[in-house]
Nanobody, 117 residues
Framework: QVQLVESGGGWVQPGGSLRLSCAASGSIFGISTMGWYRQAPGKQRDVVATITSGGSTSYAASVKGRFTISRDNAKSIVYLQMLSLKPEDTAVYYC???????????WGQGTQVTVSS
């Protein structure tokens, strides 16, 4: 069992920034990919960014160059630094944990990010 606790969401004006944090606990051993997904009202849940245990990252085209995902394996925390936020970034953001070479997939509770003037 893995617990994912998110923090850092909130309201920000267009052009502003936020940093989301996801603290993982429990059976977090082994190789894993962690990521951030988001779901806007009336939309499906889409991947925003992912990062492997080794630090390899990938990003959705809509956030590339503005968002940065990072991972502190010692502290079991994943971050999402969001810069130059746009109203279309407004969504519930979810932390995700996927164990590699073994079963195990977990989701955080979600945190609301609202970008408006």
């Amino acid at each position: 069992q893995v617990q994912l606790v998110e923090s850092g969401g909130g309201w920000v004006q267009p052009g502003g920034s936020l940093r989301l944090s996801c603290a993982a606990s429990g059976s977090i051993f082994g190789i894993s990919t962690m990521g951030w997904y988001r779901q806007a009202p009336g939309k499906q849940r889409d991947v925003v960014a992912t990062i492997t245990s080794g630090g390899s990252t990938s990003y959705a085209a809509s956030v590339k160059g503005r968002f940065t995902i990072s991972r502190d394996n010692a502290k079991s925390i994943v971050y999402l630094q969001m810069l130059s936020l746009k109203p279309e970034d407004t969504a519930v953001y979810y932390c995700h944990f996927q164990r590699i070479f073994a079963p195990g997939e977990y989701w955080g509770q979600g945190t609301q990010v609202t970008v408006s003037s």
